[in-house]
């Protein structure tokens, strides 16, 4: 059973190529309905890291099933019952950003940004509080998410507000992808903020080329 399991969170054969990786088995392209339908048991595993997994797995192959288990996700705080992505240096769990990452997945398998709106939305208005690598970012640069302009602007002045600057100004040049005339508006800003993490300065200089 154990194997079973294993294999199909796992096990990808893709290209003259296979193996046992999560992220391998999320872009395999054309999804196996029998391993779907095992995917889809196994959001009901106890063991919630595997139904996370499971979920995953869903939502990147743009199975609705996956998008109802994210809204269970979402509205019982899973992520403050459990760690499922424990950041390998800081101690966080990145566990929306890598949510954000199979979400964008979804995208090459039909599904459309504008109906994931709902979603970039909640983690914009948690962002002052949880932690985001950087797939959230790429996200709302890679696709078109213009009209969430204001919900960005929103979450980047909470995680401001909360000291976590290197986070804010991750999308200082988001901002700027949608409107170049926002650049002299937090240069000054995150300027004055390179003194408590030098990081900044990537993405300083990221948001000066798109303004250029």
């Known amino acids: 059973m154990e ?3 294993y294999d ?5 054969s893709e290209n003259g190529e296979e193996g046992y990786d999560l992220t391998e ?3 395999i ?3 196996d309905e029998n391993r779907v339908e095992k995917l889809k048991l196994l959001l009901h595993h106890k063991n919630a890291y595997i139904s996370y997994q499971a979920m995953l797995v869903l939502l990147a192959w743009a199975i609705p099933e996956g998008f109802v288990q994210l809204d269970r996700f979402i509205s019982e705080k899973w992520d403050e019952k459990h760690s499922f992505e424990p950041h ?3 101690n966080e769990d990145n566990v929306y950003d890598v949510i954000v990452d199979a979400l964008y997945i979804s995208t090459f398998n039909g599904k459309e940004e504008q109906e994931l709106y709902p979603y970039v939305k909640h983690f914009l208005s948690i962002y002052g509080d949880r932690f985001f690598e950087s797939c959230l970012k790429d996200f709302l640069l890679k696709k078109d998410c213009e009209p969430l302009l204001k919900e960005i602007e929103e979450a980047m002045k909470s995680a401001l507000k909360n000291e976590k600057y290197y986070q804010a100004s991750q999308l200082f040049p988001v901002i700027v992808h949608y409107d170049k005339h926002r650049f002299k508006e937090y240069f000054e800003i995150f300027s004055s903020l390179l003194k408590d993490d030098k990081r900044i300065g990537y993405n300083i200089e990221e948001a000066e080329k798109i303004s250029s």
């Open 29 to 31: 392209g054309k999804a």
């Open 3 to 5: 194997n079973e399991i």
């Open 8 to 12: 199909t969170l796992y096990y990808y």
């Open 88 to 90: 390998r240096i800081y």
């Open 25 to 27: 088995v999320q872009l």
